[in-house]
């Protein structure tokens, strides 16, 4: 029998495929974007999760309207660093061992490819208009970049990983979708809806 959390991987499989096609083209070279995990986190799980001085960089959008909550896309100083190379791949402006201007701003753009994506693919399935706002990054040690994101109070987290592929690499990150109790309750009856279509 199939439940709400098979109805968001379906989500995240037509995100992916639409977030390939996007990187794709951005960076004129074949990028494979997956999203083969998705589950949702306690608020104390979290807490374990990020429990690290571990540096990373985050690109993070408050959802405008539609649901509330925020999303957060979350890469390890190294992956963003692989990930920055992949970008600039045959051009001068590669970097291997610090975050140049291009770096960083390469990192917000495939950033915000994800998280539009699957903000997208949720509204598509949802059907409603999400907005994510103009993503802002941020770097500094795990703990303290997702933390202060989040309340860990009553919120509701989806964690997703994300995994960019091309030809030499593979790097993962994790994407964060926090949700107030409303936009929870939002996305549960939209799934419930969607699942009793199926059920006919």
């Keep these: 029998m199939r439940d709400e959390m098979d109805v968001l991987k379906e989500v995240a499989t037509i995100a992916a495929a639409h977030g390939s096609n996007a990187l794709s083209e951005i960076l004129k070279r074949t990028i494979k974007?997956?999203?083969?995990?998705?589950t949702t986190v306690t608020p104390d799980?979290?807490?374990k999760e990020i429990d690290s001085d571990e540096i990373v960089l985050s690109v993070q959008s408050r959802?405008?309207?539609g649901i509330e909550g925020k999303v957060l896309l979350v890469l390890e100083e190294k992956s963003a660093f692989r990930l920055i190379n992949i970008c600039c791949k045959g051009e001068d402006k590669a970097t291997s061992g610090f975050l140049t201007?291009?770096?960083l701003s390469a990192v917000k753009e495939i950033g915000n490819v994800v998280i539009g994506s699957y903000v997208g693919a949720l509204s598509m399935f949802l059907k409603l208009l999400?907005?994510?706002s103009i993503p802002t990054l941020?770097?500094?040690p795990l703990y303290e970049v997702v933390s202060s994101a989040l309340s860990l109070e009553k919120e509701h987290i989806l964690m997703i990983e994300?995994?960019?592929?091309e030809s030499e690499e593979k790097i993962k990150g994790k994407m964060y979708f926090v949700l107030t109790q409303r936009g929870r309750e939002i996305i549960n009856q939209a799934c419930d809806k969607i699942l009793e279509s199926l059920e006919k």
């Design 138 to 140: 941020i770097s500094g």
């Design 162 to 165: 994300a995994v960019f592929e």
């Design 63 to 65: 959802i405008l309207s």
């Design 130 to 132: 999400i907005v994510p």
């Design 45 to 47: 799980n979290l807490e």
């Design 33 to 38: 974007l997956s999203l083969p995990l998705v």
């Design 101 to 103: 201007e291009v770096g």
